[in-house]
Protein backbone atom coordinates (compact mmCIF):
# COMPACT_ATOMS: atom_id res chain seq x y z
CA UNK A 1 0.00 0.00 0.00
CA UNK A 2 2.17 2.69 -1.19
CA UNK A 3 -0.63 5.69 -1.62
CA UNK A 4 -4.11 6.04 -0.69
CA UNK A 5 -6.63 8.13 -2.00
CA UNK A 6 -9.87 6.91 0.00
CA UNK A 7 -10.38 4.08 2.79
CA UNK A 8 -13.61 2.51 3.50
CA UNK A 9 -15.49 3.91 6.10
CA UNK A 10 -15.50 0.93 7.92
CA UNK A 11 -12.28 0.94 8.69
CA UNK A 12 -12.37 4.53 9.58
CA UNK A 13 -15.04 3.84 12.28
CA UNK A 14 -12.88 0.51 13.08
CA UNK A 15 -9.48 2.93 13.36
CA UNK A 16 -12.01 5.73 15.39
CA UNK A 17 -13.41 2.65 17.75
CA UNK A 18 -9.86 1.29 18.50
CA UNK A 19 -8.50 4.62 20.06
CA UNK A 20 -11.69 5.35 21.65
CA UNK A 21 -11.01 1.57 23.92
CA UNK A 22 -7.36 2.43 24.10
CA UNK A 23 -8.77 6.18 25.61
CA UNK A 24 -11.51 4.36 27.89
CA UNK A 25 -8.89 1.65 29.16
CA UNK A 26 -6.73 4.96 30.51
CA UNK A 27 -9.55 6.46 32.00
CA UNK A 28 -10.00 2.74 34.06
CA UNK A 29 -6.55 3.04 35.33
CA UNK A 30 -6.67 6.44 36.05
CA UNK A 31 -9.76 6.13 38.33
CA UNK A 32 -8.20 3.02 39.44
CA UNK A 33 -4.77 5.03 40.45
CA UNK A 34 -6.87 7.54 42.45
CA UNK A 35 -4.39 10.63 41.21
CA UNK A 36 -1.21 8.79 41.24
CA UNK A 37 1.35 10.96 40.41
CA UNK A 38 2.46 8.15 38.47
CA UNK A 39 -0.46 8.28 36.40
CA UNK A 40 0.06 12.00 35.87
CA UNK A 41 3.23 11.24 34.73
CA UNK A 42 2.07 8.25 32.38
CA UNK A 43 -0.36 10.60 30.78
CA UNK A 44 1.39 12.50 28.07
CA UNK A 45 3.70 9.85 27.48
CA UNK A 46 0.04 7.32 26.90
CA UNK A 47 -1.25 10.25 24.54
CA UNK A 48 1.75 11.16 22.33
CA UNK A 49 1.98 7.72 21.61
CA UNK A 50 -1.61 7.71 20.92
CA UNK A 51 -0.88 10.77 18.17
CA UNK A 52 1.46 8.19 16.12
CA UNK A 53 -1.24 5.54 16.20
CA UNK A 54 -3.41 7.83 14.76
CA UNK A 55 -1.19 8.86 11.77
CA UNK A 56 0.31 5.06 11.37
CA UNK A 57 -3.67 4.37 10.53
CA UNK A 58 -3.35 5.96 7.51
CA UNK A 59 0.13 6.65 6.84
CA UNK A 60 -0.25 6.09 3.12
CA UNK A 61 -2.74 9.26 2.72
CA UNK A 62 -1.99 11.07 -0.17
CA UNK A 63 -0.89 14.62 0.51
CA UNK A 64 -3.27 16.15 -2.13
CA UNK A 65 -6.14 14.68 -0.92
CA UNK A 66 -4.94 15.98 2.82
CA UNK A 67 -4.43 19.22 1.49
CA UNK A 68 -1.72 21.66 3.11
CA UNK A 69 -4.23 24.00 4.89
CA UNK A 70 -3.42 23.35 8.24
CA UNK A 71 -6.30 20.69 8.59
CA UNK A 72 -6.48 18.13 11.46
CA UNK A 73 -4.47 15.71 8.89
CA UNK A 74 -1.54 17.83 9.09
CA UNK A 75 -1.64 18.56 12.56
CA UNK A 76 -1.39 14.88 13.08
CA UNK A 77 1.23 14.39 10.70
CA UNK A 78 3.40 17.36 12.33
CA UNK A 79 2.62 16.12 15.57
CA UNK A 80 4.12 12.74 14.99
CA UNK A 81 6.89 13.86 12.74
CA UNK A 82 7.71 16.30 15.82
CA UNK A 83 7.37 13.27 18.22
CA UNK A 84 9.36 11.05 16.63
CA UNK A 85 12.34 13.04 14.70
CA UNK A 86 12.28 16.06 16.75
CA UNK A 87 12.22 14.87 20.70
CA UNK A 88 8.89 16.09 21.06
CA UNK A 89 9.22 19.67 20.13
CA UNK A 90 6.52 21.05 17.58
CA UNK A 91 8.53 21.72 14.48
CA UNK A 92 6.31 22.49 11.06
CA UNK A 93 6.93 21.68 7.76
CA UNK A 94 7.44 24.90 5.90
CA UNK A 95 4.95 23.21 3.05
CA UNK A 96 2.44 23.47 5.51
CA UNK A 97 0.28 26.30 7.02
CA UNK A 98 -0.67 24.93 10.30
CA UNK A 99 -1.58 28.20 12.00
CA UNK A 100 -1.87 28.16 16.09
CA UNK A 101 -4.89 30.46 15.69
CA UNK A 102 -6.53 27.75 13.55
CA UNK A 103 -5.40 24.58 14.62
CA UNK A 104 -7.21 21.91 16.78
CA UNK A 105 -4.46 21.96 19.61
CA UNK A 106 -3.01 25.62 19.61
CA UNK A 107 0.77 24.79 19.99
CA UNK A 108 2.71 27.13 18.21
CA UNK A 109 6.27 26.09 16.53
CA UNK A 110 9.15 25.09 19.22
CA UNK A 111 6.31 24.16 22.06
CA UNK A 112 7.22 20.41 23.30
CA UNK A 113 4.22 18.54 22.67
CA UNK A 114 2.42 17.33 26.27
CA UNK A 115 -1.05 15.89 25.36
CA UNK A 116 -3.11 15.02 28.17
CA UNK A 117 -6.71 12.95 27.59
CA UNK A 118 -8.54 16.30 27.17
CA UNK A 119 -6.77 17.58 24.48
CA UNK A 120 -6.00 14.10 22.61
CA UNK A 121 -9.51 13.46 22.48
CA UNK A 122 -10.19 16.68 21.05
CA UNK A 123 -7.36 16.28 18.52
CA UNK A 124 -8.77 12.47 17.59
CA UNK A 125 -12.27 13.78 17.48
CA UNK A 126 -11.12 16.23 15.12
CA UNK A 127 -8.70 14.05 13.09
CA UNK A 128 -10.94 11.49 12.20
CA UNK A 129 -13.57 13.78 10.93
CA UNK A 130 -11.44 15.15 9.03
CA UNK A 131 -10.23 11.60 7.32
CA UNK A 132 -14.22 10.69 7.36
CA UNK A 133 -14.72 13.59 4.93
CA UNK A 134 -11.42 13.59 2.79
CA UNK A 135 -10.67 9.62 2.34
CA UNK A 136 -14.51 8.44 2.44
Given at each position: ????????????????????????????????????????????LFFNH?????DEYFV?????????????????????????????????????????????????????????EKSFA???????????????
Open positions: MLAVSSYPPEYVKQCRANVDALVKAYKKVAVAAKGDAAVTKFAPLVLALHRLRNVEGKDGNPCNEVRVLATSLMLHDGILTVEKSIKLSPATSVLGLEPGDHIDLDKLATAYFDEIAARFT
